[in-house]
């Protein structure tokens, strides 16, 4: 087993972290106008979003930290998809609290669960705790985009 490298460690972490923190500050006060939307059924309360992503962005975190020690040939191009979802995952906040733009936003997330889906498919490839970290990420990509999908339909 590898040695663990601590400070690259945390510095992958909280690069993930910070990914989420501002896109959450650019996309401004959500709980009202979430609060006014018409949810579809197994829409959880607002307070689980911010817990569960906080978790979500860790694993990304330590998933690309594990990737980037890798020396599988197929390191570069998982890194490129990690940032891509992630570059996705960033915008989807702020087009939809930000913007509003409902339609725009349920077809984006499902673009970052097919992204989150590539990357889980390629780091397999690589590292294969890497990927599997990511199996909760992958399952609430999908749900939500049903959950976003579902706003746009009853809004």
């Known amino acids: 087993m590898k040695k663990i490298k601590w ?26 106008y979430y609060a006014s939307l018409v949810q579809p059924p197994l829409a959880p309360p607002p307070m689980v ?15 690309a930290y594990l990737v980037y020690f890798s020396e599988s040939p197929h390191r570069k191009n998982a890194l490129v998809i990690y940032i891509a979802q992630l570059v ?6 702020i087009i939809f609290f930000r ?7 349920a077809a984006w997330a499902v673009l970052l669960a097919i992204a989150v889906a590539a990357m889980v498919i390629i780091f397999r490839k690589v ?29």
């Open 49 to 63: 979003f911010p817990v569960v992503w906080a978790i979500l962005y860790a694993v990304m975190g330590f998933s």
């Open 99 to 105: 913007f509003k733009a409902l339609m725009l936003a």
């Open 127 to 155: 590292n294969k705790l890497a990927s599997l970290v990511n199996i909760p990420y992958l399952l609430w990509s999908i749900f939500a985009a049903y959950l976003a999908a579902g706003i746009y339909l009853l809004n």
């Open 7 to 32: 400070t690259e460690l945390i510095i992958s972490i909280v690069s993930a972290e910070l990914v989420g923190a501002l896109s959450a500050l650019i996309s401004g006060g959500y709980s009202e």
């Open 88 to 93: 996705i995952n960033f915008s989807w906040s």
